[in-house]
């Protein structure tokens, strides 16, 4: 199939390469040269660690990037697209605009999924005229290695956009999980208020950056604890997926921690931005003393 994605970022990165692994054509788009190859960048050092990890060879790795195609002109990029996954940030503008262009640019056939956290399907949807062949996709970071896709039907999403994109899911190698579309969806409305009362423990003194993950991880079997994850995921969009909650639920948990406000605004975003609870400035993972 020709799969379009929009946006090159780690999200998008990662999803064009496990379409392209499993042997679907992939235009990546995005905005610019540069982003493209960034993202084409990360996708090869991904398929680098598989190699090293003796999982495919240097020929699957190449035959992977071969079927990749970056495009900054969206009409050509998504001329020929057999299903549109979109992955551009959690603007909720953005994504409404970026839904009309694509419904006056895919073919009118294609299912347009959209791989958001957590802003309504049904939104993004009535964007187009073809609600009933929008949907969520949502992957999981790192997209390589998580084995879910949570699919969520918006209001008006049709049962044969609904089974191509959970079987295609299962094609990847994932097992796709199908939710309604109500904010935060499952994944994040009970992912979300763990990380920010962790960030709210942080904030209160109850305990360390260390002793709270260190709780979580060893008390839990969780592989990371929370406030290494919320660096790993971006506190920018931890924040952006709790306001959503909040708005759409008024209730007191999703409000979020006073800190992590703080920090998002002081430019604190985590592993992307270099730090955020840790130090990654120096290639590593750092306590911030
Ligand atoms: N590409 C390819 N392979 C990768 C990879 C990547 N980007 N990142 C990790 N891997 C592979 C490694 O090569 C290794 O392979 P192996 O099992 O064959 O040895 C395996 O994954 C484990 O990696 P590491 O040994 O380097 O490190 P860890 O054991 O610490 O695992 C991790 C790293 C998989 C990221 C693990 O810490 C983890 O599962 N963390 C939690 C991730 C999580 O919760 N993700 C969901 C976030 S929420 C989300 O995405 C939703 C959004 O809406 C917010």
């Known amino acids: 199939m020709n799969i379009s994605v929009i946006g090159a970022g780690q999200m998008g990165a990662g999803i064009a390469q496990v379409f392209a692994a499993a042997g679907h054509n992939v235009s990546l788009n995005d905005i610019n040269q540069a982003a493209i190859d960034r ?3 990360a996708i090869a050092s991904s398929l680098d660690r598989i190699v090293r990890k003796e999982k ?3 020929d699957d790795k190449n035959a992977t990037l071969a079927r990749i195609a970056g495009y900054t002109d969206l009409a050509e990029g998504v001329g020929k697209a057999d299903l549109v996954i979109e992955a ?3 603007n909720v503008d953005l994504k409404l605009k970026i839904f009309a262009q694509l419904d006056s640019l895919a073919p009118a056939a294609a299912p347009l999924a959209t791989n958001t956290s957590s802003i309504s399907i049904t939104k993004i949807a009535a964007a187009t005229k073809r609600p009933e062949k929008v949907i969520g996709m949502h992957f999981m970071n790192p997209v390589p290695v998580m084995k879910l896709v949570e699919v969520i039907r ?3 999403t049709d049962d044969a956009t609904t089974k191509l994109v959970m079987d295609l899911s299962r094609e990847l190698g994932k097992t796709p999980t199908e939710v309604n579309d ?3 969806f499952v994944a994040n409305r009970i992912l979300m208020p763990m990380i920010n009362e962790a960030i709210t423990t942080l904030f209160e003194g109850v305990a360390g950056v260390e002793e709270i993950d260190t709780v979580m991880k060893l008390g839990m079997a969780h592989p990371m604890g929370p406030l290494q994850l919320a660096d790993y995921i971006g506190l920018d969009t931890c924040l952006a997926i709790l ?3 909040k708005d759409g639920f008024g209730r007191a ?3 979020p921690s006073p800190l992590l ?3 998002v605004m002081a430019g604190k975003l985590g592993r992307k931005s270099g730090e955020g609870f840790y130090d990654y400035s120096g290639g590593g993972k750092e306590l911030v003393v």
């Open 39 to 41: 993202g084409i960048a």
């Open 56 to 58: 495919i060879t240097e």
């Open 88 to 90: 551009a940030t959690e």
């Open 154 to 156: 918006g209001y008006a």
């Open 182 to 184: 109500y904010p935060g």
């Open 243 to 245: 306001n959503v909650m």
């Open 253 to 255: 948990h999703h409000q």
């Open 261 to 263: 406000v703080n920090m």
